[in-house]
């Protein structure tokens, strides 16, 4: 077969389980070219979150992701606190990242399990969703929820780890490590999953610098870039941790990284248990002040932008949110060509992809495909509309 | 006449082997749940499937051969005559004819080949991908899988006739016990896998790749009709090789356990496994597996 063939992933494929459009162009089994469409899920949450106010805005932005649930919120509060000038008290600075490294924890098992699905060994799957259950369990034991832990408040945390907690906690996390054992032997010893993983999916640290990829996708092509490191927010810094890096930048790499952040995680959290020091959780905050703040993490899947503005109301006027699988995803581009079809599903799910953090709204003409609108066209819209409203009710501009 | 067609259609044909072979699902669905940590379906999970799907409608997409609707019975009509030969020679083995395993052989073939026809009739990309793949997949197996049973033939003293593999094996013991009967063994149970289409060679139903490929544009009766065509194949495929390989003792009881015993080793090697691409199935099948198929032929005719 010469001819190119068109294999559409998506907009529902099972191999996602979120809807996104992947049109490979494939020659045989080659893939030679791919478009990627995403925006099946643009919620407009930037602009929801303009009429909300700053408290309600940290459960707003904590549902744009149910895997990241905790990292949103953790870059809106620093972005708050940056704003507004807030000192937070030591104690939530350590609960905070406790729950953000639980989180990766159990991303990373989701992903692993994910990862063994798209290659078709289910077991994986089912076993690192199994090891991922404790994990949701202890959420529901500190926070009282297993997804949306809502634990993230402007100037702390909206609950305290109790000391009977911290005891279960802590054996959770020993039962868990030889789990992770466990899938760290199965993956580096199998040799059929080294014959599917290995040199496939390449993103040379070139191509990784050039497509601006963040987090462990960046780590596995060899750039050491953690934010966690570079930006230290929370209590990173107070505690010692390495990032892991790979050189190879293939999906056996990436899979690497991810599972050797698993042990970095649960020293974290481990020593953070113990450091922790005792008093108050929140800064109680009265009033925000007029300003501009920005704030980021490193979610699981790289780093998770927030800038805020803020005009001395109790509303954000202007709030702009970077989620890492927007740079991630589009690096499928170098990624996934000249691989074959079977390589593509694991490539395209490699970089851990999360459409429903990254959605953007393009407004397409629907016989032409043509964009007919774009992010500049939508605000001069907006503008106009504004505009129109003040006329119509007599305020001046 | 009325015999025959009891045969073909009861027992051991049809009926009796598409029972068997739901169990044998069901067995291999339960015990794929056991390992994964989850509880599996009750035992009548797969036959209710069949009859569900008997009555959801049949959509023929557009653009469609004859073919499409005509290939899943050539693959049923197929594997039911090997379930009906293989069945009648387990409990007879003198009413077996002359050269019946090249028949089996070429029988044995032909549901791939249906798979073939119907996934490229059906107009879809991602079925005629699953269909190269699987025409791939029937190169690279049935080498090594005809190298395996020439294996049986030599140490049958040159015997084509199931019915006489049978009995050579009840009078010498079984091919299995020997350094050549291993070898073969195990690459017919690797080429077994392969025609079953299990992990790790799904590739031509890769969901997660290309939604079940082959058979994406199936729905209703030809897809319960494939479904039970799989089922059989379930049931025959392992019984043929208890037959050439493991035959010494085949009263009842004893063929039950072999063919439990074989059935959960592939539904283990299912299990530790992801699928692997085509070109390294292909590459696996053509490279060491042949050679060790070969080097099996080898020791046959030195009479190890």
Redesign the interface.
């Known amino acids: 077969m010469s001819h190119k063939v068109l294999i559409p992933i998506g907009p529902y494929h099972p191999l996602q389980d979120e809807p996104e459009f992947f049109r490979l162009y494939v020659e045989g089994e080659r893939v030679v070219d791919i478009d990627i469409v995403i925006g099946y899920l643009h919620r407009g949450i930037e602009k929801l979150s303009e009429s909300k106010h700053f408290d309600q805005v940290t459960f707003l932005v904590e549902r744009i992701c149910g895997i990241c649930s905790t990292s949103h919120p953790f870059a809106y509060v620093n972005a708050m606190e940056d704003l507004a000038k807030i000192e937070v008290p030591e104690r939530a600075l350590f609960i905070r990242t406790i729950i953000a490294e639980m989180e990766r924890i159990h991303s990373h098992l989701l992903w692993l399990g994910l990862a063994g699905h798209f290659i078709g060994y289910n077991t994986v799957w089912m076993w690192a969703w199994r090891y991922r259950e404790p994990i949701l369990d202890m959420f529901e034991m500190i926070t009282g929820n297993r997804n949306h832990y809502a634990m993230m408040k402007i100037g702390g945390v909206r609950r305290d780890i109790k000391d009977e907690d911290i005891s279960i906690l802590k054996k959770t996390l020993d039962d868990l490590l030889p789990a992770v054992d466990m899938f760290k032997g199965a993956v580096m010893d199998d040799p059929v999953i080294k014959a599917r993983l290995k040199g496939i999916g390449i993103l040379t640290k070139q191509q990784a610098i050039d497509w601006a990829v963040v987090g462990p996708t960046a780590r596995a092509s060899g750039i050491n870039i953690d934010v966690r490191k570079d930006d230290p927010y929370g209590a990173y810094d107070k505690v010692s941790w390495n990032v892991i890096v790979e050189e190879d930048g293939d999906i056996f790499a990436k899979t690497i990284v991810r599972i050797l952040e698993l042990y970095e995680s649960i020293s974290i959290i481990r020593q953070c248990l113990d450091k922790m020091p005792k008093g108050e959780i929140d800064a109680n905050v009265k009033d925000i002040p007029s300003g501009e703040g920005i704030g980021h993490v490193e979610a699981p899947r790289g780093e998770c932008f927030h800038y805020v503005r803020s005009d001395g109301t109790n509303r954000p006027v202007r709030h702009k949110i970077r989620a890492p699988s927007y740079m991630n995803v589009a690096s499928n581009k170098v990624a996934a060509v000249g691989g074959t079809l079977s390589d593509a599903a694991i490539t395209l799910a490699a970089v851990d992809p999360c459409y429903c953090c990254t959605e953007r709204l393009i407004v397409l003409d629907k016989h032409s495909d043509k964009k007919i609108m774009n992010g500049w066209d939508l605000i001069k819209l907006s503008q106009e509309k504004t505009e129109k409203l003040k006329k119509i009710i007599g305020c001046k501009s | 006449m009325i015999k025959i067609f009891f045969n073909y259609l009861i027992f051991p044909g049809f009926l009796f082997s598409a029972c068997v072979g739901l169990i044998a699902g069901w067995i291999d669905r339960k015990v794929?749940a056991r390992?994964?940590?989850?509880v599996g379906p009750p035992w009548y999970q797969n036959f209710v499937d069949i009859v569900k799907l008997l009555g959801k409608e049949t959509i023929v997409p557009a653009g469609a051969k004859i073919t499409f609707l005509l290939s899943p019975v050539l693959g049923l009509l197929s594997t039911i005559l090997v379930a009906t030969i293989l069945g009648v020679t387990v409990r007879l083995p003198l009413e077996s004819f002359a050269g019946d395993l090249i028949v089996v052989l070429y029988l044995l073939i032909i549901p791939a080949i249906a798979i073939i026809i119907g996934a490229s009739s059906s107009h879809n990309?991602?079925a005629?991908?699953g269909a190269?793949?699987e025409m791939k997949l029937v190169l690279g197996y049935e080498l090594p899988f005809i190298l395996s049973i020439i294996v049986v033939i030599i140490k049958s003293a040159g015997s084509i006739q199931i019915g006489s593999i049978l009995n050579h094996q009840i009078n010498f013991g079984s091919n299995l016990a020997s350094f050549s009967g291993i070898l073969a063994f195990l690459v017919a149970i690797i080429c077994m896998q392969a025609k079953l289409g299990f992990?790790?060679f799904?590739?031509s139903e890769?969901?997660?790749?290309?939604?079940a490929g082959v058979f994406i544009e199936y729905s209703g009766l030809p897809l319960a009709i494939f479904k039970l065509t799989k089922a059989i194949l379930l049931y025959t495929m392992p019984l043929l090789l208890i037959i050439l390989f493991w035959g010494r003792d085949l009263t009842p009881l004893v063929l039950i356990a072999k063919y439990t015993a074989l059935l959960v080793t592939i539904i283990l090697i299912k299990?530790?496994?992801?699928?692997?691409?085509?070109?390294?199935a292909l590459r696996f099948f053509w490279g060491p597996i042949t050679a060790l198929a070969i080097i099996a032929v080898i020791l046959a005719l030195l009479g190890l």
């Open positions: 794929t390992i994964q940590w989850r990309p991602l005629s991908v190269s793949r992990v790790p799904d590739m890769a969901e997660q790749e290309i939604m299990n530790t496994n992801p699928r692997l691409r085509i070109d390294q």
